[in-house]
């Protein structure tokens, strides 16, 4: 069992930045993915950014490369998105999660421990 909880959120002007955290609590596993996704009413949860607990092998949607960043703390127990250039699209309540796959996914199906979201408001 992990549980996870988010924290960093809030409100930004286009092109600023916000870095969120996410604290995990119970057992990690170097295989474990932890992953950010976000969601908007009537969307489907989209994945954002992941890294490997172990190696810190990092993956990204094409939509945030290059502007947002995946790291991890192992000493923490934490995983962190900075997110820069930020842009009104970017709004969304962001979710933290865990997959204990070996393989890397980008779908929500593959992960079986989510935090309860973080709220980010990027204003135009």
């Known amino acids: 069992q992990v549980q996870l909880v988010e924290s960093g959120g809030g409100l930004v002007q286009a092109g600023g930045s916000l870095r969120l955290s996410c604290a995990a609590s119970g057992r990690t596993f170097s295989s474990d993915t932890m992953g950010w996704f976000r969601q908007t009413p009537g969307k489907e949860r989209e994945f954002v950014a992941g890294i490997k607990w172990g190696s810190g092998n990092t993956y990204y949607a094409d939509s945030v490369k290059g502007r947002f960043t995946i790291t991890r703390d192992i000493a923490k127990n934490t995983v962190y998105l900075q997110m820069n250039s930020l842009k009104p699209e970017d709004t969304a309540v962001y979710y933290c999660?865990?997959?204990?796959?070996?393989?890397?996914?980008?779908?929500?199906?593959?992960?079986?421990?989510w935090g309860q979201g973080t709220q980010v408001t990027v204003s135009s």
């Open positions: 999660a865990v997959d204990r796959a070996i393989a890397v996914h980008t779908t929500k199906e593959n992960y079986a421990y």
